[in-house]
């Protein structure tokens, strides 16, 4: 595809001149001849390969020009290259600072202006090329990582009978929370993904103690209750991501002080734990276990209300409360 240049510039034979060059060249060239038909141009919308422009004219500087192609929404990406007569190097520092891609003077040599043309061009499409590649891979190994952490999550979920889809939905339900906290759009994700991963210390526990029906030992208990601790040894190898071994670590922690495995107690519980912890023992009464049915939406709300400032940080306890007044259909519950 042949290269489309659109040049500025006041003197009439400098254009003419110009034209030829590229005419010869098999570049496609737009002039115009002033500030203002150059502005009725951005207008029209259209998207050259790159811009030659003047540095002065009578009714605009190039740098004016540069500043309106800098902030047009089409062509802020498109390359400026300056054309002068200046000998001023302070000129030409200037336009390479204020984001010129080069500086060509005149009187020009033909050959050299069309291979630095050429060359700004090239170096823009690669740049762009590449900027684009970065960011569908960028986004593949997004997409990727939610996948990998999903099925982990999927394959913790399996070993309990009774635990269908328990860490998408306590994921789900910490996000939300997170959401009415205020939390960032990065932090959310970051939630989400620790809600998703915060039992998978249970792939450490045998499945006869998760899938026993009927009460545990106090032995067995004590079993269990090294879940978190395995989960935060696993996600701990994870250098990249320090952060995700926070809700497996200390979900059964509680405000009072009186959880495991470390009787953290109020703040000093990272909050994203003390997000999980409530939305946790949500899922846990608003889902089927092998010893009962799920608990009616009023009764799981009196619960929540009750623990509020004892198992839970009353913070967000209160949040899950107007979640759970605002579900009039109880959706929120395993289907
Ligand atoms: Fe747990």
Redesign the pocket.
């Known amino acids: 595809m042949n290269e489309r240049i659109l040049v500025v510039d006041d003197d009439g034979m400098s254009l003419r001149l110009l034209r030829r060059v590229f005419d010869k060249a098999g570049i496609e060239s737009r002039c115009c001849q002033s500030g203002a038909a150059f502005r009725a141009w951005l207008e029209e919308g259209e998207v050259p390969d790159l811009f030659l422009l003047d540095v002065h004219m009578p009714d605009a500087s190039g740098f004016d020009l540069l500043r309106l192609i800098q902030t047009d929404p089409v062509c802020r990406n498109v390359p400026v290259v300056f054309l002068t007569g200046d000998e001023d190097v302070k000129t030409e520092t200037a336009g390479l600072h204020a984001g010129a891609a080069d500086f060509i003077r005149k009187p020009f040599a033909a050959e050299v202006l069309l291979k630095r043309v050429r060359n700004t061009i090239e170096l823009n499409r690669l740049h762009r090329d590449m900027a684009q590649e970065i960011r569908v891979k960028t986004e593949r190994l997004a997409r990727a990582y939610i996948q990998i952490v999903q099925a982990l999550a999927a394959s913790v979920d399996a070993k309990d009978k009774y635990t269908h889809g328990h860490s998408s939905r306590v994921a789900a339900y910490s996000r939300e929370i997170a959401r009415r906290a205020g939390f960032s759009e990065q932090e959310l994700d970051s939630v989400y993904m620790m809600g998703l991963l915060?039992?998978v210390?249970?792939i450490g526990i045998s499945d006869a103690i998760i899938n026993k029906p009927g009460r545990l030992t106090d032995e067995e208990f004590a079993v269990i209750k090294t879940?978190?601790a395995v989960g935060a040894e696993i996600l701990g190898k994870i250098d990249d991501l320090p952060e995700l071994r926070l809700g497996a670590h200390w979900?059964?922690e509680r405000w009072d002080g009186r959880g495991y495995p470390d009787g953290l107690k109020g703040e000093a519980i990272p909050e994203v734990a003390r997000i999980i912890a409530v939305a946790?023992t949500y899922d846990a009464m608003t889902s089927n276990r092998s010893y009962r049915a799920l608990m009616p939406r009023e009764r799981v709300r009196a619960e929540i209300e009750r623990c509020s400032g004892s198992q839970f940080d009353p913070r967000f306890a209160a949040i899950l409360l107007d979640m759970i007044d605002e579900d009039t259909d109880y959706t929120m519950r395993e289907v």
């Open positions: 915060h039992d210390g249970k879940h978190p979900h059964h946790d």
